[in-house]
């Protein structure tokens, strides 16, 4: 199957996680963000990862997140839901969730707490890939995982066909510059660390998701129409 990867450009807000008073889920509060998104022309949204706390909700939480989401962006922006859990079946429900309510992709750190291989790393991805038809973003940060992408394991993954990105959200530029020698032309790479966007974009992101982004989207828009005008 061929992805269409052209949506995955731009400014992509990590979303905050929302609670009301009562610590539940705020679904009316993430609508009417995601909504004050896409007016000012945000390209996407990266839901239930480190910024949306996905690892501090319940299944169910995640899933009224990733609903309440996908509801107010439409067709008009590209969803991506971060499936990522210690639980290789956990990861794999809330992934054909997503693929349920039309979502773009889905996103997932390795399993956490057991320090695994790299073999069962690559297993625990091609279990949550198997699960649906959606394409497959790789989530490396290794500052809260305590698992850093390798390149041999990164190079085997790029070729596979559901994967089509890469959220790189380790604090070295270099590493992202060698993601792209390594995976071509094509391949999305995402840069994570907000502060690093334009050092990100330079060495070779597509494009960027971030947690400030969300809390000032015009200064990130603004600075990716600079960076792809030529005028920075």
Request: hydrophobic letters at 40%.
């Given at each position: 199957?061929?992805?269409?990867?052209?949506?995955?450009?731009?400014?992509?807000?990590?979303?905050?996680?929302?609670?009301?008073?009562?610590?539940?889920?705020?679904?009316?509060?993430?609508?009417?963000?995601?909504?004050?998104?896409?007016?000012?022309?945000?390209?996407?949204?990266?839901?239930?990862?480190?910024?949306?706390?996905?690892?501090?909700?319940?299944?169910?939480?995640?899933?009224?997140?990733?609903?309440?989401?996908?509801?107010?962006?439409?067709?008009?922006?590209?969803v991506?839901?971060?499936?990522?859990?210690?639980?290789?079946?956990?990861?794999?429900?809330?992934?054909?969730?997503a693929?349920?309510?039309?979502?773009?992709?889905?996103?997932?750190?390795?399993?956490?707490?057991?320090?695994?291989?790299?073999?069962?790393i690559?297993?625990?991805w091609?279990?949550?890939?198997?699960s649906?038809?959606?394409?497959?973003?790789?989530?490396?940060?290794?500052?809260?995982?305590?698992?850093?992408?390798?390149?041999?394991?990164?190079?085997?993954?790029?070729?596979?066909?559901?994967?089509?990105?890469?959220k790189?959200?380790?604090?070295?530029?270099?590493?992202?510059?060698r993601?792209?020698?390594?995976?071509?032309?094509?391949?999305?790479?995402?840069n994570?660390?907000?502060?690093?966007l334009?050092?990100?974009?330079?060495?070779?992101a597509?494009?960027?998701?971030?947690?400030t982004?969300?809390?000032?989207?015009?200064?990130?828009?603004?600075?990716?129409?600079?960076?792809?005008?030529?005028?920075i």
């Amino acid at each position: 199957m061929k992805y269409d990867t052209s949506i995955y450009r731009g400014v992509f807000c990590a979303l905050n996680a929302i609670y009301d008073e009562n610590d539940n889920i705020n679904t009316d509060a993430i609508k009417a963000l995601v909504t004050k998104y896409k007016q000012l022309g945000v390209n996407g949204i990266y839901a239930c990862g480190s910024t949306g706390e996905g690892f501090l909700l319940s299944t169910e939480e995640r899933m009224q997140v990733a609903e309440a989401v996908k509801e107010a962006a439409g067709d008009d922006m590209a969803v991506i839901v971060h499936v990522g859990a210690a639980s290789t079946k956990e990861a794999c429900i809330l992934a054909r969730h997503a693929e349920k309510i039309g979502v773009s992709a889905v996103s997932a750190v390795p399993s956490v707490y057991y320090r695994l291989s790299e073999a069962s790393i690559e297993k625990h991805w091609d279990t949550i890939m198997d699960s649906t038809e959606l394409p497959f973003f790789i989530y490396n940060i290794p500052q809260l995982t305590g698992y850093d992408l390798s390149f041999e394991l990164f190079e085997k993954m790029a070729k596979k066909e559901k994967v089509i990105g890469i959220k790189n959200s380790s604090e070295s530029t270099c590493q992202t510059e060698r993601f792209r020698k390594i995976a071509g032309p094509d391949f999305v790479i995402f840069n994570g660390p907000d502060e690093q966007l334009l050092a990100g974009r330079l060495m070779g992101a597509t494009a960027g998701i971030g947690g400030t982004y969300g809390t000032m989207p015009e200064l990130y828009l603004e600075l990716t129409r600079l960076i792809e005008t030529g005028d920075i």
